[in-house]
C-alpha cells in the first residue's frame, strides 16, 4: 500500500529531514512510527499525502507514483487518505456535524447521505448525538475523537496520524490507539507518527524507528 | 487484501461523469445561498461593502445618462438652435410669404416657423427690463423673423444654408452661431471619452474593492482552507465559494447603484425641467429603463465575479497545508 524507496527529502533551507528512507507497508497493516521530535516523523507523512515531495527517491501510495504526480491529480490521493492532527484542527466556527462532514462535502455526496455516514462516524467514536454541538464545548478526547470522525468517514484506505494522543492522559490515548487498531482491522492501513514509546510497546504493531532522518529498527 | 486488490485504493470510491456533475451542481445551489447568508451575517461590513461598490458604479452611470439625454436628436433644440432669419420687408408682404413658402419646400430645412412683428413684440416685452425699452418707440422696432431649423446637423452645411438664405429676396440678415455649435459638440466629444476612462476606472475599482475584501476574508478562513486542501478539496473547489460572495458582493452593489441612481435622478429632476423649459425644450433626465436595469445588475454580478476571479485564484492557490 505505501512504499518508499530511497527517500530522502531536503527542504529548501538545506535541512535535510528524511535520508534514504525505505520500507513497504502492506494494505491493512497497523504501524508505529516512532522516534524523537525532529527524527522526520511528520515529514515522511507529508510525502504521503503530497504536502511536502521527496527530494530523490520514490513514494508510491496504493500503486501511484506520487513523486511525479501532477498537482491536479494531489486532490484525488488525499480524498482517499485520512489525515488526524495532533491539535485535531477542527473547526471552531463550525459544528461537530459541519466538521465532519467536510471530506463528505468536498467528494460531493448527498446530504442525506452525508447525514447517515457523519451519524455513523460519531458513534463509531462514541459521540453519538453530539453533532448538534460547538467543537468548544468538548472536552480534549471528544475534540480528538471528532477529529478521528472527520478523518474515517469518508473510509478512506488510509489513515495517517501525527501524534494523536500528544495532548490527551494515559487513559485516553489508549481508548484512541484501540480506535485505531479497530479501523485496521476493517483494512485500513493505519501510520500512527507518536513519541508515546510506553504506548506503542503496549501494542502489538509494527515499529519504524526514525532517528535523524534515518530508520534506526523496525 | 494484497496491492493489486486496491490499486486504485487512494483514490475515493470510483465515481461516474454523472454524478461528478450531478455534485458540482449541488455545490454550485449550495454555494448560491449559503454564501448570501454567510455574508447577511455581518450586516454592518456587508451593507458598507455594498454602499461603496453602489457609489463607484453609480457616478460614471450618472454622467453617462446626462450625456445621453444632452446629445439626443429630441433635444436638439439645446444645442442646435434655429437659425434666425430676420425680414426686411414686413411678414404680412407677399415677399415675406413667397420666401416662408420656398423655405418649407426645401429639401435642407426641417422646420419653419414665422414670427411675426407683433409676436416678437410680445415675447420681447414679457422679458424682464425690456418692456420699458420698448415703450421708448412710438412703432414697433421689431423686424419680423422666420425660425429655420436645418435638417443638416453639421457646422459646414448649416453655414451653407445661412448663406443660401441670406442672399434671398426680403432677407435682412441670418443669425446662428456656427462657432458655438462647434465648440459644443466638440466638449460633448470629449465628455464622452471622460467618461469612458470613467467607466473603465470605476469598474477597476469596483474589482479591486471585491477582490480586497474577499482576500480578507480568506485570510480569516485560512485554516478551513488548508484543511479543505488537505482532505482533497481541489483549488476551484476552494475557490469557488468567493467566486460566489464576489457575485453577491458585485449584484448588492449595483441594486444599491440602482436606488442611487433612481433617487439622484429623482432629486435633480425638477431643477433640470426648469433649465429646459427656458430653452423651450422638453429634455428631461429620464430614469433607467427595465433592460438598462438588468444591464447595471449584470455588469455588477460580472465584475464581482471578475474581481474574485484576478484577485484570489493566485492567492488562493498559495495557501497550502503544511
Redesign the interface.
Known amino acids: ?1 505505501l512504499v518508499f524507496d530511497h527517500v530522502s527529502k531536503r527542504y529548501p533551507n538545506g535541512y535535510e529531514a528524511l535520508s534514504d528512507v525505505s520500507f513497504t507497508v ?3 497493516a497497523f504501524v508505529f512510527l516512532t522516534g524523537p521530535s525532529g527524527a522526520g516523523k511528520s515529514t515522511l507523512l507529508k510525502l504521503i ?1 503530497g ?1 511536502e515531495r521527496s527530494s530523490r527517491g520514490q513514494v508510491h ?4 507514483n506520487i513523486s511525479r504526480l501532477p498537482a ?1 491529480k494531489i ?7 485520512g ?1 488526524v492532527f495532533q491539535n485535531h ?1 477542527l ?1 471552531f466556527d463550525r459544528r461537530v456535524y459541519d466538521n465532519v462532514a ?2 463528505l462535502f ?5 446530504p442525506a447521505e452525508i447525514g447517515r455516514r457523519v451519524r455513523a462516524a460519531l458513534s463509531k467514536v462514541g459521540l453519538t448525538g453530539r453533532e448538534g454541538d460547538w467543537p468548544e464545548t468538548l472536552s480534549g478526547g471528544e475534540q480528538q475523537r471528532v477529529g478521528i470522525a ?1 478523518a474515517v468517514v ?1 473510509r ?3 489513515l495517517l496520524a501525527d501524534e494523536p494522543t500528544g495532548n490527551l492522559d494515559p487513559d485516553l490515548s489508549r481508548e484512541i490507539m484501540s480506535l485505531f487498531l479497530q479501523f485496521s482491522q476493517l ?1 485500513v492501513t493505519v501510520l500512527i507518527a507518536t513519541h508515546d514509546l510506553e504506548l506503542v510497546e503496549s501494542m502489538p504493531a509494527r515499529r519504524l524507528q526514525l532517528q535523524d532522518g534515518r530508520i534506526r529498527a523496525e | 487484501m494484497n496491492e493489486s486488490a486496491t490499486g486504485s485504493g487512494a483514490h475515493l470510491r470510483q465515481i461516474n461523469r454523472t454524478d461528478r456533475l450531478k455534485a458540482w451542481s449541488r455545490h454550485h445551489r449550495q454555494l448560491f445561498r449559503s454564501t448570501l447568508i454567510t455574508l447577511l451575517n455581518q450586516p454592518g461590513a456587508l451593507l458598507i461593502t455594498w454602499l461603496v461598490i453602489g457609489i463607484a458604479l453609480s457616478l460614471p452611470i450618472l454622467l453617462s445618462l446626462a450625456l445621453r439625454e444632452i446629445s439626443e436628436a429630441d433635444t436638439r433644440q439645446v444645442i442646435q438652435p434655429a437659425m434666425s432669419v430676420y425680414l426686411s420687408v414686413p411678414s404680412e408682404s407677399e415677399t415675406a410669404q413667397a420666401l416662408l413658402k420656398r423655405l418649407r419646400a426645401s429639401s435642407a430645412v426641417g422646420e419653419v416657423r414665422l414670427i411675426t412683428e407683433q409676436a416678437a413684440l410680445a415675447e420681447f416685452s414679457s422679458l424682464a427690463g425690456f418692456g420699458d425699452v420698448l415703450n421708448a418707440f412710438s412703432e414697433n422696432p421689431l423686424p419680423g423673423i422666420i425660425e429655420v431649423v436645418p435638417r443638416e446637423r453639421d457646422g459646414a452645411g448649416i453655414k451653407l444654408l445661412a448663406q443660401q438664405i441670406a442672399g434671398q429676396d426680403g432677407v435682412d440678415q441670418v443669425s446662428f452661431d456656427a462657432a458655438w455649435l462647434e465648440r459644443l459638440s466638440a466638449i460633448l466629444g470629449i465628455l464622452e471619452r471622460v467618461l469612458y476612462a470613467l467607466g473603465v476606472l470605476f469598474s477597476g475599482a469596483v474589482i479591486l474593492i471585491i477582490g480586497n475584501t474577499l482576500r480578507l476574508t480568506i485570510e480569516n478562513q485560512r485554516g478551513e482552507i488548508e484543511i479543505t486542501k488537505l482532505f482533497g478539496g481541489s483549488d476551484s473547489f476552494v475557490q469557488r465559494p468567493f467566486i460566489y460572495r464576489g457575485f453577491w458582493l458585485g449584484f448588492g452593489g449595483a441594486l444599491l447603484a440602482f436606488f442611487i441612481i433612481q433617487s439622484s435622478l429623482l432629486y435633480l429632476s425638477g431643477p433640470v425641467e426648469r433649465l429646459a423649459q427656458s430653452y423651450r425644450s422638453n429634455f428631461a433626465l429620464e430614469a433607467l429603463n427595465f433592460g438598462e436595469s438588468i444591464g447595471l445588475f449584470a455588469l455588477g454580478a460580472l465584475l464581482g465575479i471578475l474581481g474574485s476571479w484576478v484577485s484570489v485564484w493566485r492567492y488562493l492557490k498559495q495557501i497550502q497545508p503544511k
Open positions: 500500500m502492506e494494505a491493512g499525502n504536502v501510495v496504493a500503486g501511484q491536479r486532490p484525488g490521493l488525499r480524498q482517499g487518505i489525515v484542527q473547526l467536510l471530506p468536498i467528494a460531493g455526496m448527498k472527520r469518508h478512506p484506505p488510509i483494512g
